[in-house]
């Protein structure tokens, strides 16, 4: 049977272990970030004016602690499909904040993002380029993980 460069590459099990790796440290970075700048994060996600004034102090302090959890579970190897699910959704969502910031603010890069707090300054291109990297990242690890060959690795 013929393998093509394509399946090979997506369900490469190093391939999809390290990417798990990579996608789990990055969200445990910009958890802690987040959670060591509060302020600052809590000032960025009510400049974006994406939701009610009464939201932003939730997300501002439930963000961290998920992404943390995120991170630390995909790192760990427990409950895979779940999280890099949850974690897809999370990207997704911070795609379109970073479009939305972009095209409606004209933010393009001298506005920080606040995606790792204080840790690491991004723009919004930036983290839409990171972004764009990691849906690729977590699609490749939720591809391997439900092929017929991986079914026992999560």
Request: some cysteine; overall charge positive.
């Amino acid at each position: 049977m013929k393998r093509t460069v394509a399946r090979s590459f997506t369900f490469n099990k190093r391939l999809t272990f390290a990417f798990r790796i990579v996608l789990g440290a990055i969200f445990v970075g910009a958890g802690i970030g987040k959670l060591l700048a509060r302020d600052g994060f809590l000032e960025t996600v009510t400049s974006l004016y994406l939701l009610p004034k009464s939201l932003t102090y939730f997300v501002s302090l439930g963000l961290p602690w998920a992404e943390l959890l995120i991170g630390c579970l995909l790192i760990a190897g427990l409950f895979c499909r779940l999280i890099v699910a949850s974690a897809i959704s999370l990207i997704l969502l911070f795609i379109g904040a970073n479009i939305y910031s972009l095209l409606l603010w004209g933010t393009w890069g001298e506005a920080g993002c606040g995606c790792f707090g204080d840790i690491i300054r991004l723009g919004h291109l930036q983290a839409l380029l990171l972004n764009g990297a990691m849906i690729v990242m977590a699609f490749v690890v939720l591809s391997g993980l439900c092929h017929p060959k991986n079914r026992g690795v999560d």
